[in-house]
């Protein structure tokens, strides 16, 4: 069973940073990563994605301050998130696809103070 393990968050400063972590348990060499976010009240929504060949895509509110980046010999996947606002707290959640299964972390939380 794949499992993905996210750390890295906490509570931080508006305009401060923040690097999140994803292991996973199983080779990821083959396949795309992604971050996602959930807020309190609102859906999940994508925050980044990095393909197999490194290739990288952004939601517009978070591009030019996240960095979403992977290693693919310890099988993890890094979010470094800079100048982050009261509106970037939320849980944030690993996902892989792997072969049609969708593999999802327990979430690690990031709350930004004003």
């Known amino acids: 069973q794949v499992q993905l393990v996210e750390s890295g968050g906490g509570l931080v400063q508006a305009g401060g940073s923040l690097r999140l972590s994803c292991a996973a348990s199983t080779s990821i060499f083959r396949h795309a990563m992604a971050w996602y976010r959930q807020a309190p009240g609102k859906q999940r929504e994508l925050v980044a994605t990095?393909?197999?060949?490194?290739?990288?895509n952004y939601a517009a509110s978070v591009k030019g301050r996240f960095t979403i980046s992977r290693d693919n010999v310890k099988n993890t996947v890094y979010l470094q998130m800079g100048s982050l606002k009261p509106e970037d707290t939320a849980v944030y959640y690993c996902n892989l696809e792997r072969y049609g299964d969708d593999h999802w972390g327990q979430g690690t939380q990031v709350t930004v103070s004003s």
């Open positions: 990095i393909t197999n060949s490194g290739s990288t």
